[in-house]
C-alpha cells in the first residue's frame, strides 16, 4: 500500500486494531510510523481534555470579552473603503472640470480665438498681397510701406 492510503487509513481507525498490512507497512516506513505515533498522542491528549472541566471565567472576562467585540466593530469595513474611494473619485471629477472650465475661458491656449498678432500680417507679405499683376500695386496708397530700391548690379564683359 502507498503511505497515502495508510495516513487515511489510521485517520479514520480511531481505536480499532491495526490489520496486519498496516502493521507490517508501520515497521517498513519510517515517516508512516512517525505519523502514527503522533496521531495516537494527539488522540490521547483530547481523551485526557475530554475528561477535564470546562475552566471559570477570570473576574473583567465578561468587560474584556465587550471591549474586543467593540474593536472588532470600529475596524473599517468594506463599505468605508468604498465610501472613501467615492469621495475622491468626486473631488478629481470636481478638479478636472475646474480644470477645463479654466481652460476655456482663459484668452490663452490651444482653444483661444484669433488674437491682434495673429491678424497682423508681416511688411513683406503685405507688399505681395497688393501687389497688381498689372503692375499697379497698393504701395502707393500706402507710402510707409513702399520698398526700398536697390540699383541693379553692374553686368560688366570683361574675362580677367
Known amino acids: 500500500m502507498r503511505c497515502d492510503d495508510i495516513r487515511e487509513l489510521l485517520d479514520n481507525l480511531w481505536e480499532g486494531e491495526e490489520t496486519a498490512e498496516i502493521r507490517q507497512h508501520l515497521t517498513q516506513c519510517a515517516s508512516c510510523s512517525s505519523y502514527h ?24 472576562f465578561a468587560e474584556r470579552m465587550v471591549r474586543q467585540i467593540g474593536k472588532i466593530t470600529d475596524a473599517p469595513t468594506a463599505a468605508d473603503f468604498f465610501e472613501r474611494v467615492g469621495r475622491r473619485f468626486v473631488y478629481a471629477t470636481l478638479v478636472l472640470a475646474f480644470v477645463a472650465l479654466l481652460a476655456l475661458a482663459l484668452p490663452s491656449g490651444p482653444v483661444r480665438g484669433l488674437s491682434a498678432a495673429d491678424i497682423q500680417i508681416p511688411t513683406q507679405e503685405v507688399l505681395l498681397a497688393y501687389s497688381d499683376p498689372m503692375g499697379d500695386t497698393g504701395v502707393q496708397e500706402a507710402p510707409e510701406l513702399a520698398p526700398v530700391e536697390t540699383p541693379a548690379p553692374a553686368v560688366t564683359d570683361e574675362v580677367k
Open 37 to 60: 505515533r503522533d496521531l495516537r498522542l494527539l488522540r490521547a491528549g483530547l481523551q485526557l481534555w475530554k475528561h477535564e472541566g470546562a475552566p471559570e471565567p477570570s473576574l473583567g
